[in-house]
């Protein structure tokens, strides 16, 4: 019976969603629980919004809802009182939220229906769903339904609501004409069958969550606007005698939907064509890699469409040349991207909006003076568009487990990265004036620099902690962008690259269109690897430990011929009866004999997982070499060595594997040091303090 | 005289007492000295025995921003120690311009490392004292800098575009620095005047506001013309230190002693500019 009702609410959810959406694939539909139809107009003059919204929720749990829970997330900039404003001011960041009048940004619902006309407004409240509680956030409204929606059953809800676009917004705002338009209309929170709605607040540090949809959307801006929204444009009509041009945009099967609109917008459309991109060898090369046919890879032709600023417009190459490079790789490694469309927005400047995800649109950030061998815009490209796979395709909770999304994609950016484009120097910039070509920088790999910076906040979170629940910004940043990326990277070079690759390919693909958690991340892992790494996301997500191994102490010293002392010289039986005074070393005789001492530490908490050794390389002078492994278990382990020759280096864990190492510098010895280095340092740093000296007399 | 001339006398007036550039080199360099020891203890207790491949897995800066992060517990005392020694520079750079200021004023074509000294000595309470009255100068630099810089903020922030923005921060800059060199030049002038006229700070002030009145343009280009060489030859010394390669000990050795002499012709062009101003007040004081 309850079979049979399901049904029937999804022929009729499906009905509805092929009035709405004409061109959408039957059968697709009925996976998706909710349906948004709006319509919005955007006033430049006020900076505001006036928006129609039909919203079809349909239950696909076995639980009867009587509510529903919708994100009003513009009100998290409607007042100082907001949880976002609160967590900013206790981050000492209120500066960025403030607003002159006029200036603060909310949403109001001016009406809310049902579909057989009930007025839903009177038994709406807004609600403070996270810790610590918050009651003048209104960034989560929960409306009480005349009757719960039973499962298979759906809802449709009539909203009508203004809005106004916060001046200085976090991901959306506007400046003078430019709008970038984010979590601006009313959106359900996702229901999750025995556990309710998962509908957080509008968090500093955090980004979203919600449920896969269709979308059909009608802009009207003034005509001179150009404009560039999720999906694809499907019709555009003028209104030449109000000025006022009408873009309708549709998508199926996204969670999100945003747009953006200014008259200083290029827009140029190219296409990543799947057959010219990716030659037969690397066709060939990744089949091998993830043991499927070259078949199964194949990449679909990509209509890749850029707005870009006028004053960017000598970017556009660059821009193309990134974003080819992330459909190309993440398609190949992970699967191939399935929307038709992608648009790469160069956000209106001072709108807030820079390196942000949507699904099939995000934005980048440029600079007018650039430097070729900075890879900026590049990163963000490659990062906002790898969004679209983590966070766009697999949807994991953004507010709960952010390492989801931001950690796997910051380990993929630096692959396609290193691939794509190799070491990228580091920037230094004063004033917004490039000084690369005057100072050199060094050129660093993406992951050699997120797990230095991340190692501060080694023992401030784990990574697997709720967004708004981090320390600070800072740790919830470093954690769930570097420091969980350079754990993903430490367990590819622990299975190796072929495990690893179907680890992230089969995870992918399962969780396709879906909601994973961090479970199913580390269960995928220890199906494909077939070993149980639990202990690894124990040690390195779910706690805030230090890993650190160090070679402590190398000392090697040559080993006496004679050693001085009483000797027994005789048997057992006698030795009280005789003895001599000194005694030869037995083995060498004259041969030089040196005995080597190796002190190898665990400085930190963290330690290696059952099977798991440390190796230990050692390396004479005479180029032999010796191969030793410690199980790290304990807090300290020692090796010793007589060999005829003096001990020339020593690395511990010479391949390289843990990178989750919070100091590498530990992790080696030599006789010689890092040569000349050294004195480099110090000679610079002598030189500087020296000019600030000189400075300082300068103006004294 | 034309501008020229006083440049040439000024440059002639430091290059034939290039010593005090020397020792005030020496100074400095045994001060830097003991700023650095302990992070240059630090680098080399943790990175001395680092073994360093072809491919290193790490960029060696990252191995020092590494044990930076390593030592943080360190960074207390060691900005405590850096906050002392700052203190203490800012009394020696007022003992070493009074040593300056004194020799270079000095008719004496000879110097010496004790006159240079015993100058300074001479003149230190004095230049402290001028230093202290430039306090209120230093408050109607920067209401004066807010003043001016008010009309590029208000440009900047209603841009739409990023070049009105940078081109903003560049004047600004720009602005600064030449408001900067026209109230350094006061304080130059007065200790010129307490060195010169043998006056004290407070008349030196008010003989050097009476000066300035009338000298004030003729000085601050000539200021400026210096500040200009410098930044150029600065930027000269920066792109050709960029050639050189730090990795093989010759490389290492050339930009050690380019470093070194950077420093010195940074000091001598702190003299050239004292003789400069020298040379003008002696041929315009009675003017």
Known sequence: MKKRNKSKMLAACLFISMLLFPGIIPGLAQERPVIYKLAVELLPETASLQAKETIVWTNLSHDYVPDIHLHLYWNAFKNELSTLAKEASREKLFKRFKAEKGEWGWIKITSLTTSDGQDLLPAAVFISPDEPPNPDDQTVLRVVLPQPVAPGQSLTLNIDFQAKVPKNGLRTGYFQDGFFISQWFPKPGVYEEGRGWNCHEYHLNSEFYADFADFKVKITVPKDFVVGACGQEVEKTEDLAAGRATYTYAQENIHDFAWTASPRFIKIERWFKGEEEVTPEEYQQIAGLLGLSIQDLKLPDVRMILLIEKQHKNQVERHFRALRAAIKYYGLWYSPYPYQTITMVDPPFRTGSGGMEYPTLFTAGTSVILEKDVLSPEGVIIHEFGHNYWYGLVASNEFEEAWLDEGINTYSTSKVSAVAYGAGRLPLKINGLPLGWLIKMPAVYDWQLGRTISVPVTKLDPIVTPSWKFYNSGSYSLNVYYRAATSLYTLERLLGEKIWARVMRTYHQRYRFRHPRTEDFIQVVNEVSGQNLNWFFQEFFYQAKDFDYAISYVETKLKPHEYQGVFDDLPASTQSQSKVESRKNPVRGKEKIYETVINLRRYGEAKLGPGFTLKLKIEFEDGSTEWREWDGQSRWHRFCFEKPVKIKQVWLDPEGLWLVDTNLSNNSYSRLGPGIRILSVTANLLWLVQNVLVTCFSWL | ?287
């Open chain 2, 1 to 287: 005289m034309i501008l020229v001339d006083f440049l040439k006398s000024g440059f002639n007036r430091a290059v034939s007492k290039f010593r005090l550039s020397l020792y005030l080199w020496l100074i400095m360099f045994i001060i830097s000295l003991i700023i650095i020891v302990p992070v240059s203890y630090e680098v080399r207790a943790n990175l001395g025995h680092l073994a360093w491949t072809e491919k290193p897995l790490m960029p060696f800066e990252l191995n020092l921003i590494e044990i930076f992060l390593a030592n943080q517990n360190l960074l207390a005392s060691y900005s405590v120690f850096i906050i002392i020694m700052l203190l203490f520079s800012v009394l020696l750079s007022v003992f070493l311009s009074g040593g300056l200021f004194g020799q270079m004023l000095s008719p004496e074509a000879r110097v010496s490392f004790r006159d240079f000294l015993v100058d300074g000595c001479r003149h230190f309470w004095q230049f402290l004292l001028s230093l202290i009255i430039f306090i209120p100068f230093l408050l109607i630099f920067f209401l004066v800098f807010r003043l001016l810089s008010a009309p590029l903020k208000l440009w900047s922030a209603r841009a739409v575009t990023e070049w009105p923005v940078i081109l903003a921060s560049w004047l600004t800059v720009l602005l600064l620095a030449l408001l900067w060199t026209a109230f350094r030049l006061v304080l130059d002038l007065v200790r010129i005047f307490v060195v010169g006229e043998s006056k004290r700070a407070m008349a030196a002030y008010l003989s050097t506001l009476r000066f300035l009145h009338r000298h004030f343009f003729r000085l601050w280009s000539l200021y400026l013309l210096i500040g200009l060489a410098v930044i150029l030859i600065s930027a000269g010394w920066l792109l050709l230190v960029k050639l050189l390669s730090p990795a093989s000990p010759a490389g290492l050795l050339i930009i050690i002693i380019l470093s070194q002499a950077y420093i010195l012709f940074r000091l001598l062009a702190r003299q050239i500019l004292i003789g400069v101003e020298a040379s003008y007040f002696s041929a315009r004081k009675e003017i």
